[in-house]
Structure formats: structure tokens, C-alpha cells
DNA sequence: TTCATCAATGCAAGCGCTTTCATATATTAT
DNA sequence: ATAATATATGAAAGCGCTTGCATTGATGAA
């Protein structure tokens, strides 16, 4: 391996100098510069980056890590972090904690946050997590929590409305003359299922709807048992709803199926819901656009990068950002107007 | 920030000791273990990667990278790399080329390269890129490079048999009886492409079938212009093809859509096969099933991993695989038997 | 001419850890 | 009891870089 050192002594100069011209510093004569970077080049020398990051205490580098990071849910979070960081120095890792298994998350905090990068952006549930929570608490890094509203945490938030967004959903069913309205609910212990579920809720409260009897379905384990919800939702003996909404588009999409394979047409049959408005779906979608709630989270990708490399270059350690984004809809083809 | 030198004189002992329990060494008392330990935890003491990656020459974290993370693309091999390294004692960070950008991809791969990791994967192409493979060449990491055969590069090739597939999906064809047989290409810059278009010549080649005139197009630019390939297709004056082969199934999504705006039905008037079997496909695709020639892309990320951490582990710097996957045929429903 | 100032460079400490080697103590064999 | 061996620990060098401080020579002011 070659080193600073080779590079001074080759070019009869201390290592002081060699790492001026490295970083850049003004106080290096012309000619030294360029006998020094000619070398540098002759060579292929490249600093090593443990030792700089030992001697700065700085890495220039961003670490995100999220849960899953196959899962298509990302892809415009990861398009936005991809962009955020162009044309600024510094550079993203991601990390992807398989499962959302608690122990590996934690094991990657620690390992990003000592020694290998600035500063962290956090995507996933961190409520239930105490030990992460205390050690972020801890920890003088600058971090962005995406969708994850920790009071104990002093630390960028980025929060999307979830809670008006699903008032949006439920309004825009309404404006389409929908009046027995569903709800297929997400995992309940997670955040934005709550918010969701509430904004349903208070929707349908507000403007005088009445929730029948097993309006109300909750997913058990994923995604996948929103089929088995729409089943029971179709078989209601009393009243059946003339739309569904679904907490987000992958439970949407399993209640297509569900509606399909009952044999119902939608939208004609019955009107479908999702939230999300995903680029791309699992399992091999291939039903009809989902009507749907869509959220900004490319920009929300691309702000939380450009918010920590603002806050790093100017030495911003202490005034964090507290963001809620708002939500839109994006029609599709499963909501019928009756 | 708290250091081993704190734990040490908490503990009364030298910093070799924290040391050594900390690196789980047996030459310590348990006396001395257990006392350290314990205020390792009260103190929430973490040790700095980066000047330990400086002592050890060693990080345990290997890297990747891949062109636009965000592609749907990535997918099954993300999730490949994800379970190979799950229980080993390995970490994993992904890194993100937009747009492929040569340079960015120097500069993501000299960063990794120089302290950071212990060993890299790398998908995309980089035939072209001189000094990247000049660099590559002359590092002495732990390579493995997925679908890309660069004979001057002395390192773990995993490779994919697109040759073969190609036939496949020929020889599929024909069993279902096609004999009019047209080719989607995709860009002849790329060594994907090339062997795939090969494959499908030398398929019709050897079954005796007549590349009619026009049945050859070429995308330009992207997946994109599928879509006008596809017209052209089926408005040749001559004769038409019975079925379209696509060089990947983005842009057999697009030839399906043209298919639709012209009032095809698929397969009914018109047969068309992809490539890729991509769980996910861009722009919202939504049509039928699309048949398909599937690479086994989870398997490629979990050997990467398994490979390189052997090697690692047990220092075989020089004995390198090469390895060519099969293909294999996936039944959608865009291809009819005439 | 002499002194203050400045630009260019080198010296050396230090970043936080690992590891070799030496040392001291405990254990076993004789 | 003594020598030989094993075990537990510490001292210190070193990993490759950065940076504050000191030094040198040159430049300009007085």
C-alpha cells in the first residue's frame, strides 16, 4: 500500500505538505503543488479513509438506513437521496436492516455513527426501540428521523400528514358520492397506521357517516390478509360498503384480487382505495391504477440530504427542522363516481 | 466522546486489556473481563471504526456497488446480498451510482476501496472504464463482479448465461408453435444485450426460422422506445411477426402497451416474451403477466456475499471463481399457442 | 541597514485503537 | 524446593493522516 509518506519522500517534501495539497490549503507554493499532485497522480495514490477520518473526526460521508431496503416501497425515497447528495461533497451509504430485526439496527447505528459517517437519516419505526432512542439521545450527531415524531429526541424531523391525508381520501370518495365507506387498517402498533386510521375515523365523523357494523377490518400479520379482510367485507350480511379504503396500496392491491376473485368488477362493483400511490407494487401487480393518496417522499428523500449537509458545513449542530409534508391525491382507475 | 482510554483507567487497567475483552481475546482473566465489561455498558462506550479499521487493517463491512439503487431492477439481488450476510459477521453498505456516472463511480469505489470496507461487488458495466479496471487491477481487494467478464481482471466473476436464455425463449416460441418470430433489442452497447441479441439470431439460425425483413429493431435510448419499435412491428407492410421476443421486460411492457393503443390484444393477436422476469417493473405497468426469461438474481447477491466472506475469512486472497447461472422460462400470460 | 511582517514549509503531537514483546505471577513437573 | 512452563497484564510502537506551532527566508517599512 502507498502512503502519504512514499509521496513525500518522492517528492522531497514533509508530510505537512503532501496533505496541504491534498485538502487544498492555499499555503502551498505553485511549483511544490504541482510536483506534489504529478506524483500523486504517477503513483495512483488515494488517502486512506480510516486515518482521515481518525485525524479529521470527519468522513464527509451520509449514512440512511432504513428497514428492508428492497422493498419497492423505497424507491422514490432512494431516488430523492440519490439526488439530494449530487453536486454537493459529500457521499450516501446505505445500510438495510433486514426484517426491521431491532438488534441490527441498532448494530448499524452504532457502527455508521463512530467513525464512518457525519450524520445519519433514519427511516422506520424507532418508538418501541429504547435503546436506540437513548443512544441517538446521547450521540452529538446530527441525525433526520423520517416519519418519526420522538419527542425525547432533539433531532430533525421530517413527518408526513398522514392524518389529513386519509380525511383527503375519505372526502375525495365522498365527492364521489360514496356514502358506505370501509376501512381496511393497517399493522396498528405502527404510527402512521394510527394516523390513518384516525383520519378515517374523523372524516367519516365530520361529515355524518356512519360506520356500519365490520366496516372496520385490521390486517393481521401484513399486507397479505388484506384479501381475507375484503372477503369478510363482501360478505357482510347486513349492509355491504359501495368502497373500501385501505390503510396503504399493498393491502389495495390484495383486495383487487379479493374483489376479482369474487367475481366483482372494480370500480364498477366496488370502489377500492389505496395510500401510497407506489411506484412500483410486490407480488406482481397487475390490476388497474390505484386511486390513491401519494406522499412527497422523494423531496423528502432529497431534503433530509440537503438539510444535513447544510447543517455539516456550517457547523449547525443545534437548530434542528421540524417538517410535516403534505399529502395529494392521484386518481386512478378503482373509484367509481355513484 | 468516550474512548477505550476512559473505560481503561475506570476500570484500572491498561488499554490493552479493554482491548483485548473488547476483541473477545481468552488470555484475560474473568475477573478482569467481567469488571470491564460492565463499565463498557455503564459508560456506553462504543469503539471508533475508524481507528480501528486504522490498527486492524480491517473493517468486517463489505461494499456494493450498483447504478441506481432505485431501480426495481435491484431487487432480488439486494435482497440476495441482504440474506448473505445475514449471521456472518459482516456488515454490508450499499452505495449508489446515479446514473451510472463513470466518475462518481470511481470516486464511490476509491472510497470504499481505501479504508472502508474489506471487499466490494460491483454490477453495471465497466468494460469501457479503463481506469476503473486500471485501479481494480492494481488494489489488492477481495472483487466479485456480477455480469461483467473483464479478462484483464483477475477476480470472482459471477456470470449469467444470456445467451442460453435468449434461446430459451426462442425455442419457447416455437414450441408454442410460432414460426414468425421478431426481436426487440436493447442497447448494443451493453454486453447484455449483445449476447442475448446473439442468442436469438443463432436460436432462429438453428431451427431453420427466416429473420423476415424489419423483424430486427432496435431501442434507442431507453426501454422507452420500446413502444415505436413495437409499432413498427406491427405495421410492417409485409409480413408480421406472431410473436415479439423483447430484450427486457421494460420494454416488453411498452411493446404491450403499443400493443393495447392498437387495439392488439395480447396474446390473442399478438405473442410477446421479456427478459428478466423483474418482480417489479417501472412506470406503473399494469398489464398481463409478462412470460419471461428469469435470471436467479437472489441467489448471485447471496453468493457475492457468501464468496467474498469466505475469502476473508480465511485469507484466500488468490483463488477466484467464476461462475456461470442458468436461466430459466417463466410462464406469464403474453404468450398463445398458434 | 534594521526590524517587523508574511508566505512557505517542517516538526511533532495526536486522533483511538491493536498488537508485539517483555514482565510478573501462578502453575506444573521433577 | 527448584526449574520449566503457562497465564495474565502492561508498555509502547505503530496504523496513515491532520494541524498547531515553530522556523526559515524573503519582502517591505522605517
Known sequence: ???????????????????RVI???????????????????????????????????????IG??????????????????????????????????????????ESY????????????????????DENIVKYIRDTDLNYVMIENDIKE????????????GSIKAVEHLISMGH????????????KVFVERLNGYLNAMQNNNMHIEDGFMQYTTTDYHSGYEKMINLMN?????????LCADDAIASKAIMAAFDLGLRVPDDISIMGYDNQTVLPDKYRGPN???????????????????VDQLDNNKRNDYIRKIYDTYLVEGETVKSI
Chains 1, 2 share one sequence.
Request: hydrophobic letters at 40%.
Open 109 to 128: 447505528i452504532k457502527y455508521l455513527t463512530n467513525g464512518v459517517v457525519d450524520a445519519v437519516v433514519l427511516y422506520g419505526s424507532y418508538q418501541s
Open 153 to 164: 429526541l432533539n433531532c430533525n424531523k421530517l413527518l408526513i400528514d398522514n392524518y389529513n
Open 236 to 244: 357482510l350480511k347486513s349492509k355491504r360498503p359501495t368502497a373500501v
Open 23 to 61: 485538502n487544498k490549503k492555499d499555503n502551498v507554493s505553485a511549483e511544490v503543488r504541482e510536483k506534489v499532485e504529478r506524483i500523486i497522480l504517477e503513483q495512483g495514490y488515494n488517502p486512506n479513509n480510516a486515518a482521515r477520518a481518525l485525524a479529521k473526526k470527519r468522513t464527509n460521508t
Open 290 to 308: 390505484i386511486t390513491s393518496i401519494a406522499q412527497p417522499l422523494f423531496e423528502i428523500g432529497q431534503e433530509s440530504i440537503q438539510l444535513l
Open 179 to 190: 356514502r358506505d365507506i370501509a376501512y381496511i387498517c393497517g399493522n396498528p402498533n405502527k
Open 1 to 19: 500500500m502507498i502512503t502519504m509518506k512514499d509521496i513525500a519522500l518522492e517528492a522531497g517534501v514533509s508530510l505537512a505538505t503532501v496533505s
Open 64 to 105: 440512511v438506513v432504513v428497514n428492508n431496503l428492497h422493498d419497492p416501497f423505497y424507491h422514490d425515497l432512494i431516488r430523492g437521496f440519490e439526488d439530494g447528495v449530487q453536486n454537493t461533497s459529500y457521499k450516501v451509504i446505505f445500510c438495510s436492516v433486514l426484517g426491521g430485526d431491532v438488534d441490527m439496527k
